[in-house]
C-alpha cells in the first residue's frame, strides 16, 4: 500500500518570495509522483509529474519538484510566488507499472501575503 | 467534450434522499475513477472502471454507495439514503489508458446534505 504525507497544512509566504511544499511518501513498490494544484471550487489540475529520468522535474506555471528516493520526498518549489497562486495543493502517488488508482494526501494550502 | 464533464455542479439532499451524480468522461478514455473530497482533506479513492468493468470499489465507504458504467463511457455514482457525513465533493477522473498517470479530473459535484 502507498501512503502520502504533506507535513504542512499551510503555508504563508509573501508575494515575490520563494516557497517549499514539502511532501513524503511510503511505498512498497516503485511510483510516480505528482502534484496537483487545486483553485477555490475547482477540480484537480496536474502540475507536474515524475515517471522516471531526471530527477528535478518542471511543471507549470513556474512550478519545479525533485525526486529523492533514499529521503522518499518529492517536495515542490516555485522561485518567487505571485498572489494568484493562492490555492490549495496536493501531492499524489500511484505504482509504477500497474494498473492502479492515484493515493493523495490531505493538501497543503498556500497563502500568498500582499 | 475538451473535458472531463460533472452534473450536477451542486445538490442539495435531504437526509434520507437518494441522488445521482454523472460523470461524463473525455471521449475514448478508458479508465475512471471517482473520489470524495471532504471539506479540507485531500481526495479519497472510492472506485475504478477499467471500460464498463469495476476493477476496484474498496474505496465505497458502505453498501449506501452505488457506482456504475454499463457502456463503458458515462458513469454515474448513486448514494441511497443520504446521511450528514456524505456532504463532500464528489470528483472524477478519467484516463486514455489503464490505470491513473494520465489522469484528468473534472471540477466534482458538491453534496450536501441537510
Known amino acids: 500500500a502507498q501512503s502520502v504525507t504533506q507535513l504542512d497544512s499551510q503555508v504563508p509566504v509573501f508575494e515575490e518570495a520563494p516557497v517549499e511544499l514539502r511532501c513524503n511518501y511510503s511505498s512498497s513498490v516503485s511510483v510516480y509522483l505528482f502534484w496537483y494544484v487545486q483553485y477555490p471550487n475547482q477540480g484537480l489540475q496536474l502540475l507536474l509529474k515524475?515517471?522516471?529520468?531526471?530527477?528535478l522535474v518542471k511543471g507549470i506555471n513556474g512550478f519545479e519538484a525533485e525526486f529523492n528516493k533514499s529521503q522518499t520526498s518529492f517536495h515542490l518549489r516555485k522561485p518567487s510566488v505571485h498572489i494568484s497562486d493562492t490555492a490549495e495543493y496536493f501531492c499524489a502517488v500511484t505504482p509504477m507499472n500497474r494498473d492502479d488508482k492515484i493515493i493523495f494526501g490531505k493538501g497543503t494550502r498556500l497563502h500568498i501575503l500582499p | 467534450g475538451a473535458g472531463v464533464s460533472q452534473s450536477p455542479r451542486y445538490k442539495v439532499a435531504k437526509r434520507g434522499q437518494d441522488v445521482a451524480l454523472r460523470c461524463d468522461p473525455i471521449?475514448?478514455?478508458?479508465?475512471l475513477f471517482w473520489y470524495q473530497q471532504a471539506l479540507g482533506q485531500g481526495p479519497e479513492f472510492l472506485t475504478y472502471f477499467q471500460n464498463e468493468a469495476q476493477l476496484d470499489k474498496s474505496g465505497l465507504p458502505s453498501d449506501r454507495f452505488f457506482a456504475e458504467r454499463p457502456e463503458g463511457s458515462v458513469s454515474t455514482l448513486k448514494i441511497q439514503r443520504t446521511q450528514q457525513e456524505d456532504s463532500a465533493v464528489y470528483l472524477c477522473?478519467?484516463?486514455?489508458?489503464?490505470?491513473?498517470?494520465?489522469?484528468?479530473f473534472g471540477q466534482g459535484t458538491r453534496l450536501t446534505v441537510v
Open positions: 515524475y515517471l522516471s529520468g531526471s530527477t
Open positions: 471521449s475514448g478514455h478508458v479508465s
Open positions: 477522473a478519467s484516463s486514455p489508458g489503464q490505470g491513473a498517470v494520465e489522469a484528468f
